[in-house]
């Protein structure tokens, strides 16, 4: 199969073919050449207006809902829909019934993704059935092939439970991911706090709860020396907390 892409603009930080506007000729699925008017002989041909490739996307925080949840999506169904968007490599959520945080849930998501069209990559659970109560066996879980832990969905409310889990990962630096939230704060918020909330009626979620979540979870990462990453971030002070922290590390 032979494809030709023309005059499409390349979006790829890493290449020198940056922001410039080529054709591009695939053979099999595989780059054959790039340049700036390929004439070959082609199967197919897509030339567009304002037509972009870029690399592959990665998605650090996906749910397929498998085992246990199947009616709503399945490994090999979340695979096909990452493809057809254009991710190339996807993490999954522990948040499955039972939740992945035992070697064994961890080898069953990595089997079943093995002839995918894409990289699924199983994450594990920082806790046992992600309840933020206790340390799940998360070494076990990394020699099997998780490649970071969090309990997902459910943010770790307990300063001592995630010292303790940053302070573990450190003996195979291992990272953890973090939906920041402080649920003591506006447990039952539908939306952000303010005065659209108090026009619809709605409970809000303040801001607050997100940032003093991000501010704890650095001061913990800066006693242990330990590596964190912070998804579903949503507010203008919770990203110059991280920008910050970034540049101290």
Known sequence: ?????????????????????????????????IGNSITEKTNKTIEQKGLCVS?????????????????RETIET???????????DVFVLPNNQPVTHTKSQVEYIAQKATYLAVNVYPLGAVTKNAE?????????MKQSGAV???????????????????????????????????????????????????????PGKPAIAEEIMIARDIELVKYTNSKIHFTGVSTKKGIELIAQAKKMS
């Not at 603009?9 to 410039?20: A, E, Q, R, T, Y």
């Open 78 to 88: 979340g695979a096909a829909a990452a493809a057809a968007g254009g991710f190339t």
């Open 132 to 140: 933020g109560k206790e340390l799940a066996e998360m070494y076990d």
């Open 1 to 33: 199969m032979k494809l030709l892409i023309k005059k499409a603009k390349i979006i790829s930080p890493s290449s020198p073919l940056n922001g410039k506007v080529k054709d591009i000729f695939i053979v099999d699925g595989i780059i054959a050449k």
């Open 55 to 71: 690399i592959g996307w990665v998605d650090i925080f996906a749910h397929f809902c498998d085992p246990g949840l199947e009616y």
């Open 148 to 202: 970071a832990f969090t309990d997902g969905i459910n943010s770790i409310q307990s300063s001592g439970i995630m010292l303790k889990a940053l302070q573990y990962v450190l003996s195979f630096d291992g990272v953890l991911i973090q939906v920041p939230d402080d649920k003591s704060i506006g447990a039952n918020g539908l939306m952000n706090e303010g005065i659209k909330s108090t026009q619809l009626g709605l």
